[in-house]
């Protein structure tokens, strides 16, 4: 049961925390990438994400960042309203797969 409600999780950056302006960090890719549509980035586990969160794109100066626990599901939907896909990364932002 433990392993069913662990993979019902994810993590993700989240832009300005508590903010009015808060929302998931997502990524445009440049032309020529790999992957050609708007994309957020998840992780299953913490420790995951911050290893990335290095070596992510971030504006450091005007923004805030923090690493959330968040219902798949719920991530899901958030991006589809965007019009976003999710992938499912590892520590050095390598795609493990796409989660739908």
Known sequence: MD????EQW????????ET???ELMGFAPPSGHEVKEPFIPAFETKEEAQQCFLIMPKDLMTKKYEIQAMIKE?????AKERGYKIFL???KS????EIE
């Open 89 to 91: 990364m590892d520590e």
């Open 3 to 6: 392993t069913d409600i662990k």
């Open 74 to 78: 719920d991530l899901i939907s958030q």
């Open 10 to 17: 994810v993590y993700v950056v989240v832009q300005d925390p």
């Open 20 to 22: 009015s302006s808060e």
């Open 94 to 97: 390598s795609i493990k797969k």
